[in-house]
């Protein structure tokens, strides 16, 4: 346990960010989640509304910085390749 003020109120600050970016994390992975989901059940209208739900979350958790720039580009992208892939139609 830190002795110094200071020390104390940054713990502080860390438990209740660490809960914060927690949480903000796991609503990021429900909501990429949930695109996958509609898109394994075939339901396209529903994968593109959880993926015009999922773009605005991804880029808000990487402007608070809980994400990398980067990070959020590449989970933007492999979701959206994705549904493109389930739009097109299947040759044989």
Do not use: C, F, W
């Not at 970016?21 to 909501?31: H, I, M, P, Q, Y």
């Amino acid at each position: 346990m830190p002795n110094i003020e200071s020390a104390k109120k940054s713990l502080r600050q860390v438990k209740r960010r660490t809960v914060r970016n927690r949480a903000a994390k796991t609503a990021l992975r429900s909501s990429m989640k949930k695109v996958r989901q509609a898109l394994e059940g075939g339901n396209l209208e529903a994968a593109r509304t959880a993926l015009a739900a999922a773009i605005p979350a991804i880029d808000k958790i990487a402007a608070r910085g809980i994400i990398h720039r980067r990070a959020a580009a590449r989970h933007k992208s492999r979701l959206m390749r994705r549904l493109a892939a389930a739009a097109r139609p299947a040759s044989t």
